[in-house]
T-cell receptor
Framework: GQQLNQSPQSMFIQEGEDVSMNCTSS?????WLWYKQDPGEGPVLLIA?????ELTSNGRLTAQFGITRKDSFLNISASIPSDVGIYFC????????????FGRGTSLIVHP | NAGVTQTPKFQVLKTGQSMTLQCAQD?????MYWYRQDPGMGLRLIYY???????DKGEVPNGYNVSRLNKREFSLRLESAAPSQTSVYFC???????????FGSGTQLSVL
């Protein structure tokens, strides 16, 4: 089935640093979704993107729908300890199912 | 607002035992899903239900059965548990043409 390549797999950063992660696909996507999973909880939707080039912010988080429609990026500015968790990208491929495809996640650890 | 509610939160089984994981959503969503999450593997779709009365296999359906009892409830059954089914299980419901998923808080299952 469709696969999303999400990188990096894990990140260890100091509080206050900015974070960047991305997700790529070999095929065109119609939507990109970014989820965060807090430890011991289920994933929660952070940002949804629907148009190529779209740039959307949610507080300190900013996500972009790549111009090629084959990638998406998530940036976190001025990280804080509560940013710890696993970040998943997901999306719907062009001509594919209404069910989103998920990346394998980026595990973020923030040191105070 | 409860959202998606899963029970139980934790469960330990012996090999060969059976059990049912319960899931209910109060958002009037048509579609519901069961995922499993294993370290480094991301979220893998077990079964889904596009609407009341329909169910379909996902990526990893072997060893599981599901029942869409009504629009609110979608249960996952392990008939004869195996150690390979040790995992964290998430139920989700979805809305929209390009589905945005809302997840429960998960069931941590250990099969000894």
């Amino acid at each position: 089935g469709q696969q999303l390549n999400q990188s990096p797999q894990s990140m260890f950063i100091q509080e206050g640093e900015d974070v960047s992660m991305n997700c790529t696909s070999s095929s065109i996507f119609n939507t990109w979704l970014w989820y965060k999973q807090d430890p011991g909880e289920g994933p929660v939707l952070l940002i949804a993107l629907y148009k190529a080039g779209e740039l959307t912010s949610n507080g300190r988080l900013t996500a972009q729908f790549g111009i090629t429609r084959k990638d998406s990026f998530l940036n976190i500015s001025a990280s804080i300890p509560s940013d710890v968790g696993i970040y998943f990208c997901a999306g719907h491929s062009s001509g594919g199912s209404y069910i989103p495809t998920f990346g394998r996640g980026t595990s973020l650890i923030v040191h105070p | 607002n409860a959202g998606v509610t899963q029970t139980p939160k934790f469960q330990v089984l012996k090999t060969g035992q059976s059990m049912t994981l319960q899931c209910a959503q109060d958002m009037n969503h048509n579609s519901m899903y069961w995922y499993r999450q294993d370290p480094g593997m991301g979220l893998r779709l077990i079964y889904y239900s596009a609407s009341e009365g329909t169910t379909d296999k996902g990526e990893v359906p072997n060893g599981y059965n599901v029942s869409r009892l009504n629009k609110r409830e979608f249960s996952l059954r392990l008939e004869s548990a195996a150690p390979s089914q040790t995992s964290v299980y998430f139920c989700a419901s979805g809305e929209g043409v390009y589905e945005k998923l809302f997840f429960g808080s998960g069931t941590q299952l250990s099969v000894l």
